[in-house]
């Protein structure tokens, strides 16, 4: 294959916080509901948060290594950190001045407030002085730094205050400095009592701020400080001298919660000589530290949103109905007999796929339920319905991840219970992530056992499914029935992957497969034969992959790539990449469904999956990609979610050859076009000529996106 210089790719990192950007993007842009950009405001620091734990950690420890080597787009670790500090520099700058000159300003005018001590009534004073001797003094412990008081050990994204003191000692004024921790266990914003609508906060360290006095008596307050530290929280088990799992994974999280520092943010105001104190104790440089003007745990202000208060300031309510195929069904099982069931979340209801679950544990023709969990959220119907299947003498396993990323310590603890209950629990496979959503349910019926068989694009979790684009399919074919039999088998048995008639498996078939269908794309296009390819996914990363695409481009394949977040193929470069687009949709919900169209010379083939084209989805987790064969299907993937999505102008922005996002033009004939807006529409019930002349009018603007049909 071909080899590409180091210009013809972007580096993955400056791609994610390109994706972050444009989460920011939903904060300044004031068309936005307000209490929305309030929530994308917490999201970019969330992110931002995740990418310093894992990426800005890694590559820190690639500096330190013995190792020096560049990334395929040519850049070395120390490299990449400098323009990762700068790019994050210029992203925190334009949050936190939206946040002091728009944001807070827009509440306030809401009679959303967050007020200093200074500006409180006499009121309200006596209310925060009940309120810190009753709730907060109790859990607080001043920690005085000298040589007998050791620096802490400060947990990862803790709010902390630095605190400078004046006291006497022997006649002298020594100044010392001391560490209060902000009690993670009380809410950030302490929402004052008010009997109207009005909504006003004190931010907790504030509070505790005032009381400082309290807390260091005998001496005098020369000053005090917000900081925080974000600290490695990659998990590092040796799977290969572990015995147990489950609790090496335990152990690994509490290691986490002290891992290396990796960042210090601080209030702007603090000090250098504090904050540089700060640096050396951590053992970071100033190139680690962030001066923030502003709240400096932002995910913590999510408190405003929360609630039911201020309808006008968010989006519109949106209440997903059930999928018209399963909408007034009893039994579900006697419509996936029937035919194949697509169901596109959060659009319509995720409800149908607890159903499926809940019907079959409560189904005495139901002998066995098999289930993935990656990240359930620990919903109680889905558990539930596990550990109920059980109580009525069904045969029950579920393949529970515990090195789901952040949501470790709450799958281990649904593992535990689902043991409890009699749940036959497996830790994947030793090296590799199980990453797939399936769910296998085997049913005697009249005419002998029948597999049931769920796939999905997103996890197990009701909660993010009304959050996340994806989609559910359901069927009954007896090759997926055994494909998901071996599959199961594999992962709780001891045996070879033995190959799948419709699966596409990682670690064991996917790269080559998607390689292949890319290649026979490139040979179609070659022999002038009808070549496309449009694939919807998270992150696009697999150098191989990217060249191959590459190669498809060069050889007339139009290729279209729906990338949320990281894309490092470079578009539209002459002689390289100029018929391959790429966008992203950052909008209301999370784009999260991974589909790969195929036109196969007029034959066309399309997948649905759990993977993205990263190598870590195709080589060290065990993803599952399927085809969608009903040709009624693959036209509403196709005609319906592919090209609104490619049509979208709103939320959508494209990216160029130089490696930035822009917006894309508004055209007279199509005019605004915003597809999450669309598809709501259409869910509920939109009326059947705005839809006819929607469908014309992206058939004019994507006349190529044509589907065989084809039998099931």
Aim: glycine share 6%; charged share 25%; hydrophobic share 40%.
């Amino acid at each position: 294959m071909k080899t590409y210089p180091p210009a013809q790719f972007i580096s993955r990192e400056m791609s994610w916080l390109a994706f972050n950007q444009r989460v920011l993007e939903e904060t300044l842009n004031a068309a936005n509901p307000l209490l929305e950009r309030v929530k994308f405001f917490t999201i970019t620091s969330s992110n931002l948060d995740e990418f310093f734990e894992v990426r800005v950690a890694g590559l820190k420890q690639q500096v330190e290594s013995d190792i020096v080597e560049r990334s395929f787009d040519g850049k070395t670790a120390s490299e990449t950190l400098r323009a990762i500090h700068k790019q994050v520099r210029r992203m925190i700058d334009q949050q936190y001045r939206c946040w002091r000159e728009e944001l807070l300003p827009e509440l306030a005018k809401n009679n959303i407030h967050i007020l200093d001590y200074a500006h409180l009534s006499d009121a309200d004073r006596t209310w925060v002085e009940q309120y810190y001797r009753a709730n907060v003094r109790p859990v607080l412990t001043p920690l005085g730094l000298d040589p007998s008081h050791p620096f802490p050990q400060l947990l990862n994204k803790s709010l902390n205050i630095v605190v400078q003191v004046e006291i006497e000692r022997e006649g002298e004024m020594e100044r010392r400095l001391a560490v209060v921790q902000v009690p993670r266990v009380l809410p950030r914003l302490v929402r004052l009592p008010r009997e109207n609508e009005r909504l006003d906060f004190i931010y907790l360290g504030n509070l505790i701020g005032h009381y400082l006095a309290d807390l260091f008596p005998g001496t005098k307050i020369l000053g005090f400080w917000h900081f925080r530290v974000t600290r490695n929280s990659e998990l590092y088990i040796d799977e290969e001298d572990i015995g147990n799992l489950l609790k090496a994974v335990e152990n690994e999280l509490h290691n986490r919660r002290r891992g290396a520092a990796v960042r210090l943010e601080v209030d702007a105001d603090c000090p250098a000589e504090i904050y540089q104190y700060l640096l050396e104790t951590l053992e970071l440089t100033e190139e680690d530290l962030y001066l923030i003007d502003g709240p400096l745990n932002p995910t913590r202000l999510m408190v405003i949103y929360a609630g039911d208060h201020s309808p006008e300031l968010r989006d519109k309510p949106f209440v997903a109905p059930t999928a018209p195929a399963l909408r007034g069904v009893h039994d579900l099982f006697s419509v996936i007999r029937q035919r194949d069931v697509l169901v596109h979340h959060p659009y319509e209801s995720f409800g149908s796929v607890v159903d499926f679950l809940e019907q079959a544990a409560q189904d005495p023709n139901v002998l066995a339920i098999k289930q993935t969990l990656y990240r359930t959220g620990g919903d109680p119907r889905i558990v539930g319905a596990l550990m109920d299947a059980v109580k009525n003498g069904k045969q029950v396993t579920a393949v529970t991840e515990l090195k789901a990323r952040f949501d470790e310590a709450n799958n281990i603890l649904w593992a535990r219970r689902l043991e409890e209950a009699g749940v036959h629990v497996v830790y994947g496979i030793v090296h590799h992530k199980v990453h797939s959503k399936i769910a296998l349910v085997v049913r005697r019926d009249e005419d002998g056992l029948r597999r049931y068989v769920h796939l999905g694009t997103g996890n197990y979790n009701p909660s993010t499914a009304k959050l996340y684009t994806d989609l559910s399919f359901f069927t009954a074919q007896p090759d997926f029935g055994e494909d998901a039999t071996n599959f199961f088998n594999l992962l709780t048995g001891i045996s070879h992957f033995q190959g799948a008639k419709k699966f596409l498996i990682s670690p064991f078939t996917t790269h080559e497969a998607i390689m292949n269908l890319i290649k026979k794309e490139t040979e179609n296009a070659t022999a002038k034969k009808p070549a496309r390819i449009i694939a919807k996914m998270n992150s696009l990363v697999d150098q191989e992959i990217i060249a191959a695409l590459y190669g498809a481009s060069q050889a007339g394949v139009k290729i279209d790539l729906i990338i949320r977040g990281i894309c490092c193929l470079r578009p539209g470069v002459a002689g390289v990449s100029e018929n391959i687009t790429v966008r992203s949709i950052i909008g209301r919900f999370l784009e999260h469904a991974r589909v790969f169209y195929f036109e196969n010379a007029g034959s066309p083939k399309l997948l649905l999956g759990s993977a993205d084209w990263m190598p870590r989805n195709f080589f060290r987790r065990i993803e599952i990609i399927f085809p969608v064969e009903e040709s009624a299907l693959r036209d509403r993937i196709v005609n319906q979610i592919l090209a609104t999505q490619l049509a979208d102008n709103v939320k959508a922005t494209i990216l160029g050859s130089d490696g930035v996002y822009s917006r894309i033009p508004v055209k007279k004939e199509t005019g605004q076009r915003n597809s999450q807006d669309e598809f709501m529409a259409l869910a509920l019930g939109d009326s059947k000529p705005r839809r006819v002349a929607r469908a014309r009018a992206v058939k004019k603007a994507y006349p190529k996106i044509e589907i065989a049909q084809s039998p099931r």
